[in-house]
């Protein structure tokens, strides 16, 4: 089952399959390991729409609302 | 091959500063929150004789630039001799990426394998033997807090060649990664440790929240603590016991009531010298920044490096993010307005660590108007504080609504969009006492080089305004504004003159005024907004350029005209 980001629960694990974003947005969650085919988990989410924090390997991210919506995740439910 | 310009280069937030700091020596800042070196640092190393040069280069993750400060990062590389590629072991997978982009550039690498002591804790494996064969450069494991590999590292220079690489595309970099990472990398399961634990707790809303507001609270009650018993039993003591005598010596030689009497010692508090109010530049000159000010600056600064170095920051910028949106700024806003506490000079800095230029305006604006340093909140707390804590209150709650309506105002009046958070959240590192303990003495020695100067300075010009009579006229041609609109004194337009060189001397000027409680807090509050002290300025000017600047100081004058009307109109 597809879904973005924010849609994932915390604890829960996928495998990012696609971004949805510019190149300056892709390259920059590139960067930081954001990218198809690896495997993501969810940390926590903050309320009203705030930031998502999400773990890949060793590194742990926090993206804005509006970018996270963007990434989309493979997951099993 | 002669070595000249060596280049340190890696991903932000991998050790970069600490190797430095032990290649080169040189006293940098080494620090938790990604960002801290967006300026490079530079210095010499010593291999036999040359000591050639090395360069803190910014952190970046890729040569194709994204920020500021990876395009700088990329101005550099073209100049440089070698470059030791510091690699987070673990995180090697991403880190990898820099590595392959370095050596398509066509110039020696050696890559450190850094904080390889935490790969054990953390159930990770690295074949090193094998990671070099499959490079084909040198790959020593280090340890920047140590300095375990730093000697080998050196060693191993010599070792460093040009390799000729075809360049691949992004995705076959990838590809290539993955199958070095499969060959090289074990990964074990390993229980989660207590630090790992509680970065999870302190960054879901449910028990951050409470967590962010605890650590804040404790922070400020170490800081109070710290400082008061500083005041109370070291430096009051010391200038009560062993500087009076002198002072009261000097004081029967030059004569009271002398010009060089009121000058040095200044004038006479119920028949004798008080260090707060005398006003002379070796009684209340010496002891308004070192025993008055420093206290308070050794304390927070303390607290900030312990709260920088066990990497909490960015975990409050994830959770105020959503809130300082209403602001027009992210989360990250957070950073210069908390090092703004301090002393708004490094706080006015940190704004470039946003990107829009009207992120900058904001936070900078905010920050100046509605921040107050430490030396300003120790004067007021020294000052304000023996007439009642509601008065304290009075003057930080106003200060508060200040920060939140003009961040609610400019977020609307100005135009552009406010950009998303994407940053990296480190994990906790329990933090070195070495370097907290460097960082806490160079910012005090920048505290004393800076202030004490320019707080003489002002003490000095106060005596020579008055003793010109230039004060009387001023108050003269202001008294109206601040009897009829604000209800202090016309003398204490002596105070706005000194507060633009120094806050903290100019709140303290409020002192022998013999103001009423409510005229000491509409006082204390106005000298915080009405404009900041000239380093802020000089540092603002310089950021926003002179154009924003004025526009940032109107906002303030105006600010500071009805704020103090309406205190002057609502406090009984």
Known sequence: MKIDLTEMRPGES???????????????????????????????????????????????????????????????? | MKLNKILLMGNPNVGKSAIFSRLAGARVIISNYPGTTVE?????????????????????????????????????????????????????????????ELLEKGIPVVVALNMWDETKHQGIDIDVERLEKELGIPVVPTCGLTGQGIKELVERLSEAKVLKVHPLSDKKKWESIGKIIEDVQRLSHHHHTFLQRLEELSIKPLTGVPIAAGVIYCAFRVI?????????????????????????????????????????????????????QSFGLL??????????????????????????????????????????????????????????????????????????????????TLMAVAVPCMAQIAMIVGLVGQRGGR??????STLFILFVVKGLILNKVLKGPSPEILIEIPPYRIPQ????????????????REALPYVLLGVLIVNILYALKIIDLLAGFFGPIMTKIWGLPKEAISALVVGFLRKDVAVGMLGPLNLTNKQLVIGSTVLAIYFPCIATFAVLVRELGIKDMLKAAVIMMTAAFFVGALLNFFIP
């Open chain 2, 40 to 100: 490079f640092t530079q210095g010499y190393m010593k291999i036999g004789k040359e000591g050639p040069m090395v360069i803190d280069v910014p952190g970046s993750y890729s040569l194709e630039p994204t920020s500021k400060a990876e395009e700088v990062a990329v101005q550099m590389l073209k100049d440089g001799d070698l470059v030791i590629n510091i690699v987070d072991a673990t995180n090697l997978e991403r880190n990898l990426y820099l590595t392959l």
């Open chain 2, 391 to 396: 008065y304290l209150a009075i003057i930080f």
């Open chain 1, 14 to 77: 996928g495998v990012i399959a696609d971004i949805e974003g510019g190149f300056g947005m892709t390259k920059r969650l590139q960067n930081m390991g954001v990218r198809p085919g690896k495997k993501i988990t969810k940390v926590s989410s903050q309320l009203w729409r705030g930031p998502q924090t999400v773990q890949v390997d060793n590194t742990k991210i926090a993206i804005g609302f509006g970018m996270a919506k963007r990434v989309f995740v493979e997951v099993e439910r």
């Open chain 2, 283 to 364: 009684t209340t000159g010496l002891f308004v920044p070192i025993a008055m000010v420093l206290p308070y600056i050794f304390s927070f600064y303390f607290m900030l490096g312990l709260l920088e170095d066990l990497g909490y920051l960015p975990r409050l910028a994830v959770l105020l993010d959503k809130l300082m949106h209403n602001f027009g700024l992210h989360g990250y806003a957070i950073i210069p307005v908390t090092l703004g506490l301090g002393c708004n000079v490094p706080g006015a800095l940190a704004t470039r660590l946003l990107e829009g230029k009207r992120e900058k305006f904001i936070a900078a």
């Open chain 2, 224 to 276: 109070r603590f710290l400082g008061e018993g500083l005041i109370e039993y070291v430096f009051e003591p010391l200038f009560e016991n062993l500087w009076l005598p002198l002072m009261m010596k000097l004081s029967l030689i030059l004569g009271e009531g002398n010009f060089l009497h009121n000058v040095f010692i200044g004038n006479f508090i119920d028949g004798q010298i008080d260090f707060g």
């Open chain 2, 433 to 448: 006492v070495g370097a907290v303990i460097k960082k806490l003495w160079m910012r005090l020695c920048g505290f004393l």
